[in-house]
């Protein structure tokens, strides 16, 4: 997974003006910005927080871990998050899958068999590249 994070070094504020700065250059914040950035950082949060929750050799959906991150409905933008994170990360984004027990990646593709292997690891079943929820979701 690619990290594709905005290139924000940090965020400041000064005189009660947040700024940016990227590359040497500070740049001034709107309200409206500074309240969309930070609400994003929390629920960024949020979301790694209810990913790290997932024990091993259980998974969660997508679905289910935006509610445990108190973002219901929220299943696609934990799918966007996931996407960013680091290829060392620590965080166990391999035990997340789609509502139907299925890895979302491309079976084609060289995250699909990590996933798949990391999977099967920690002792879940993936037959026909689906888990069985009812043997495997974790409650948390």
Known sequence: MKNRR??????????????TQS??????????????????QTNEQRIYSALAAIPAGKVATYGQIAELAALPRAA?????????LPDDTQL??????????????SEDSPSFKVQKKRLQ???IDVINNRINLKQFQWHG
Not at 23 to 40: F, I
Not at 76 to 84: A, E, F, H, I, T
């Open 6 to 19: 905005a290139n924000l070094s940090f965020m400041t504020k000064s005189q009660g003006a947040a700024t």
């Open 23 to 40: 590359k040497g250059q500070t740049t001034a914040l709107s309200e409206w910005q500074t309240t969309a950035l930070s609400e994003w």
């Open 76 to 84: 696609r933008l934990v799918g966007q998050v996931l996407s960013k």
């Open 92 to 105: 166990p984004w391999h035990r997340v899958i789609n509502a139907a027990g299925k890895i979302s990646l």
């Open 121 to 123: 690891d920690e002792g």
